[in-house]
Nanobody
Framework: QVQLVESGGGLVQAGGSLRLSCAAS????????MGWFRQVPGKEREFVAL????????RYADSVKGRFTISRDNAKNTVYLQMNSLTPEDTAVYYC???????????????WGQGTQVTVSS
């Protein structure tokens, strides 16, 4: 099994930026797709971005395309989510996850971090 620890969340004003990190340990990090999801209370977990194990393939939710960038450093067992031009609608708990396929469906992800809160003030 793999352990995931997210960091980098916090409070930021609208228009600002944050970079989330997700450090992985355990299972070979470079063998899996990695994804970022987010969730607000009372709503379903929402796909944000994914990156294939090599980093060649990336996909984004329409709501973040052009503002967020996912990347990974397999040597450091870490995946990142650079978030720019943040809006209050981006407020959520952000989770990283290990995927079994290059797929935005959360059911394709079998290991999850504990989440990090991102709050964007207007």
């Amino acid at each position: 099994q793999v352990q995931l620890v997210e960091s980098g969340g916090g409070l930021v004003q609208a228009g600002g930026s944050l970079r989330l990190s997700c450090a992985a340990s355990g299972r070979t990090f470079g063998s899996n797709t990695m994804g970022w999801f987010r969730q607000v209370p009372g709503k379903e977990r929402e796909f944000v971005a994914l990156i294939s194990r090599s980093g060649i393939i990336t996909r984004y939710a329409d709501s973040v395309k052009g503002r967020f960038t996912i990347s990974r450093d397999n040597a450091k067992n870490t995946v990142y989510l650079q978030m720019n031009s943040l809006t209050p609608e981006d407020t959520a708990v952000y989770y990283c996850a290990v995927g079994t396929a290059v797929n935005s469906d959360y059911r394709s992800y079998d290991s999850w971090g504990q989440g990090t809160q991102v709050t964007v003030s207007s």
